[in-house]
């Protein structure tokens, strides 16, 4: 008889967005006159920047020319897109990341989870708590826990709560875990790492002898001067992290398909029989064996990415993005809601009011003012009274969507 990953079948049924789509397709069905907004779903809205775009009509014309047409590309990804990455995202930082050490991919989301390719069964494993549900579910669907508990808490894994309390920063455990996942600025919540928040976490991971995964998808959205971009601004952690990042936020690219991961060739761990593995061999393997590249066409419009134009272009959108942001926890102030998050990040952490749990706000919320956020408890048990709003929207809706929560909520 055939057997299945029954691993899957631990998995919650209720996903967050089904559940969230289900709810709001059932208020459109008996209200379809609702003007509903969605400041739900973390996705970009505004048009791909114009220089991507230039690039990219360009590689397919290169295509259309037996003189510079490509075939497979590298399974690791042009050596022109390593190097301007390389250059800009780490060296201009001060951090020795060399191009080699850069591994393109068709998304972050993909990376997060197929990391787990290259490590064992049976590391002890730490989220924060709320933590973007990826991390968790690849873990789930590669055996690593037991079933979920009634909180949706799965057996074996650690989970370290961030809220208010703790500025959204998590306690560094007392005891040892092997893989930590990280992710500033953080969604859902918004918050972002001090770099001595990052150097305590690799500290940690340099004395336990921990990979910290560190997924910097939002990092454009740092405002602030103080703020470390990359986990390599750390010293130490080109031997403990691996980064996740990715051109879907920064550049519009959620559609398009482009980001990249880093894996340091210092980056080295003890296999069983005491050897000593570089991370970066494996990855390697694991990219060449299983992953044929990312098409020229879009990998030519990350490049663009990187060019004058477009450096101001994907700068203006972030700005854009921020502005929205800054709107909403204006707004929502003024409407007496506490809020988090929303200024080095495209999310609000909105407190719940009234001790309402998060699906009732956000029952609330879409019956009262039409408005669809997304519950903080589907991002884990300690979201439970917290609710995050998008600034990925157009200004109109976001000045629309605000204007109907003040009217409801303020007095
Ligand atoms: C959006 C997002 C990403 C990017 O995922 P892609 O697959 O590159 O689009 C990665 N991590 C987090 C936490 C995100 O929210």
């Excluded at 590298?74 to 390389?86: D, F, K, T, V």
């Excluded at 650690?158 to 875990?177: C, G, M, R």
Aim: proline share 5%; hydrophobic share 40%.
């Amino acid at each position: 008889m055939v057997q299945i990953n029954e691993n899957y079948l631990k998995l919650k049924a209720g996903y967050l967005f089904p559940e969230i789509a289900r709810r709001v397709a059932a208020f459109a069905e008996a209200n379809p006159n609702a003007p509903i907004i969605k400041l739900g779903i973390g996705d970009v809205t505004e048009p791909l920047p114009q220089a991507c775009r230039d690039a990219m009509v360009q590689a397919v014309q290169d295509l259309g020319d037996r003189a510079t047409f490509k075939g497979y590309g590298p399974e690791q990804g042009y050596g022109w897109l390593r190097e301007a990455i390389a250059t800009h995202d780490f060296q201009n930082r001060g951090c020795a990341i060399d191009p080699s050490e850069i591994f393109i991919s068709d998304g972050s989301k993909c990376d997060t989870g197929n990391i787990l390719d290259i490590f064992g069964s049976d590391n002890t494993i730490a989220v924060t708590d709320p933590v973007y549900p990826v991390y968790v579910d690849t873990n789930v669907m590669a055996g690593h826990t037991g079933p979920a508990s009634d909180r949706g808490e799965y057996g074996g894994l650690v989970y370290l709560p961030i809220s208010a309390e703790n500025n959204f920063t998590a306690q560094i455990p007392n005891e040892k875990v092997d893989l930590i996942y990280l992710c500033f600025p953080n969604n859902p919540t918004g918050a972002v790492a001090s770099r001595a928040h990052l150097q305590a976490w690799v500290d940690y991971a340099l004395h336990h002898g921990s990979i910290i995964l560190f997924d910097a998808a939002y990092e454009a959205f740092i405002t602030d001067p103080d703020l470390p971009h990359s986990i390599y601004e750390i010293p130490g952690a080109e031997r403990c992290a691996i980064e996740f990042r990715s051109f879907s936020k920064n550049a519009g690219f959620t559609g398009t398909r482009c980001a990249f991961t880093v894996v340091p060739k210092a980056l080295t761990v003890q296999a069983s029989d005491g050897t000593t593995v570089d991370l970066w061999k494996l990855w390697n393997r694991r990219q060449s064996t299983k992953f044929n590249g990312v098409s020229y066409i879009v990998q030519r419009g990350a490049e663009a990415v990187y060019s004058p134009a477009g450096q101001a272009q994907t700068q203006a959108l972030v700005k854009f993005y921020l502005e929205n942001a800054q709107i909403i926890r204006e707004q929502l102030t003024a409407a007496n809601l506490e809020v988090y998050g929303g200024i080095n990040a495209p999310y609000v952490w909105v407190k719940t009011p009234n001790g309402l749990s998060s699906w009732d706000f956000f029952d609330k919320l879409l019956h009262t003012c039409n408005v669809v956020g997304t519950p903080g408890s589907g991002f884990g048990a300690a979201g439970e009274g917290y609710f995050r709003i998008s600034a990925f929207n157009s200004r109109d809706n976001v000045n629309e969507a605000m204007a109907r929560i003040v009217a409801n909520f303020k007095g």
